[in-house]
C-alpha cells in the first residue's frame, strides 16, 4: 500500500514563527503536493513537486515556499506564521508520467493553529 | 478556469439505500476523474479513478460513471450502510501528468439505522 506520512499531525504555533511541515511518501512518487482544506473553500493547491528540487506554484502560494531534496521527502514552509494560516494541510504524492492513472494519494492531514 | 460542483452539500438516507452523488465541472478537457472520501479530520482516501476515455469504473458496492462532454461524473453508492458515513469528493485533473487537480467541495453523507 502506498503510504504518506505528515509528521506532525496537529501543531500550534505563533504568529511569525516559522513553521515546517514535513511530508514523506515511500512509493518512489514523481510528483508530490501540498494543499491546504478550509471550511466551504474546499482543498486548494498550495505548491506542487514533479521532480527533485522542482517545484510549481499552485492556487495560493504566498507566504508559502517548499522544499524537496529528496525525492520521497516535500517540506511545506511557512516563513512567519500568520493566523490566516490556520488550517488543515494534506500533503499528497502520485506517479509521473503514464503511471496507474494517477491516482493521487493523501496523508492524514496536519492541523495546523498559528495563535 | 475549471469549477468543480458537487450536489447536494449534504445528504441523509437510512441504511439499505442505493443513491447517487453527483459532481460536474465546467471545463471538459480533463484528463481524468477521482473520486475520494474523507471521514472527519483525516486525509483523503481515493476510492475510483476513471480515465477521459472511459465511461464507469467499479469497486465493491460502488460505481462511477463519466460524461465527459456533458461535464458529469456519478458515484453509485449500493446499500449504503452506516460506515459509508463520510464527505465524498470528486476532483479533475486537466491534461499532462503533474498538473494539478481541481476539486468540488464535497457531499457530506450520513447514513442511518
Known amino acids: 500500500d502506498v503510504k504518506v506520512t505528515q509528521s506532525s499531525r496537529y501543531l500550534v504555533k505563533r504568529t511569525g514563527e516559522k513553521v515546517f511541515l514535513e511530508c514523506v511518501q515511500d512509493m518512489d512518487h514523481e510528483n508530490m503536493f501540498w494543499y491546504r482544506q478550509d471550511p466551504g473553500l474546499g482543498l486548494r493547491l498550495i505548491y506542487f513537486s514533479y521532480d527533485v528540487k522542482m517545484k510549481e506554484k499552485g492556487d495560493i502560494p504566498e507566504g508559502y515556499s517548499v522544499s524537496r531534496e529528496k525525492k520521497e521527502r516535500f517540506s511545506l514552509i511557512l516563513e512567519s506564521a500568520s493566523t490566516n494560516q490556520t488550517s488543515m494541510y494534506l500533503c499528497a504524492s502520485s506517479m509521473g508520467q503514464g503511471g496507474s492513472g494517477n491516482t493521487i494519494y493523501f496523508g492524514e492531514g496536519s492541523w495546523l493553529t498559528v495563535v | 478556469k475549471q469549477e468543480v460542483t458537487q450536489i447536494p452539500a449534504a445528504l441523509s438516507v437510512p441504511e439499505g439505500e442505493n443513491l447517487v452523488l453527483n459532481c460536474s465541472f465546467t471545463d471538459s478537457a480533463i484528463y481524468n476523474l477521482q473520486w475520494f472520501r474523507q471521514d472527519p479530520g483525516k486525509g483523503l482516501t481515493s476510492l475510483l479513478l476513471?480515465?477521459?476515455?472511459?465511461r464507469e469504473q467499479t469497486s465493491g458496492r460502488l460505481n462511477a460513471s463519466l460524461d465527459k462532454s456533458s461535464g458529469r461524473s456519478t458515484l453509485y453508492i449500493a446499500a449504503s450502510q452506516p460506515g459509508d458515513s463520510a464527505t465524498y469528493l470528486c476532483a479533475v485533473r486537466r491534461g499532462g501528468t503533474a498538473s494539478k487537480l481541481t476539486f468540488g467541495t464535497g457531499t457530506r453523507l450520513q447514513v442511518t439505522l
Open positions: 476513471i480515465q477521459s476515455s472511459q
